[in-house]
């Protein structure tokens, strides 16, 4: 059974009571994200699962630079039906197919995000399907 684009993309939205969210980054060291990444006063939180290189009619781009791109895009689609936007990323996580793409990786990461650093992991590890070669997982908080 072949798991539709659509279905994919679903985002867990949660309450709380807060005001304007306050961002600390802990041990700085110059890197393009942070050691550590601290938030309070927020009101939500929102927990996108990992999104991949598709669009909504499944085609999937052949290079991975592309796919980075579009796989951040669709990120920020979803943080966008929440409310939010990139800059509300408070942690994220991204699944490489091989550790060949961390150069590409992180010029892309760095183009899409700007100076905002939140915390993020890269894991090296095989993915659902042998067409994507990234996925990516947010936090953010607002």
């Not at 041990?27 to 990992?50: E, M």
């Not at 999937?60 to 920020?76: C, I, Y």
């Not at 995000?113 to 939140?118: A, E, M």
Request: positive net charge; glycine residues 6%.
């Amino acid at each position: 059974m072949k798991i539709s684009a659509p279905l994919l993309p679903l985002v867990l939205l949660i309450a709380f009571s807060g005001c304007t969210v306050s961002r600390k980054t802990y041990d700085p060291t110059g890197a393009a994200f942070s050691q550590a990444y601290g938030i309070k006063n927020f009101k939500r939180l929102v927990f996108v699962s990992g999104q991949v290189p598709e669009d909504e009619k499944e085609n999937v781009p052949g290079d991975f630079r592309s796919q980075a791109e579009l796989t951040w895009k669709n990120v920020e689609k979803q943080l966008k039906a929440a409310g939010m936007g990139l800059n509300d990323i408070v942690k994220y996580t991204i699944y490489l197919s091989d550790r060949k793409y961390r150069r590409e990786n992180y010029e892309v990461r760095y183009k899409v995000l700007g100076n905002h650093q939140p915390a993020m992991s890269i894991i090296i590890t095989g993915i659902y399907d042998e067409k994507w070669l990234l996925e990516i997982e947010a936090i953010a908080a607002k």
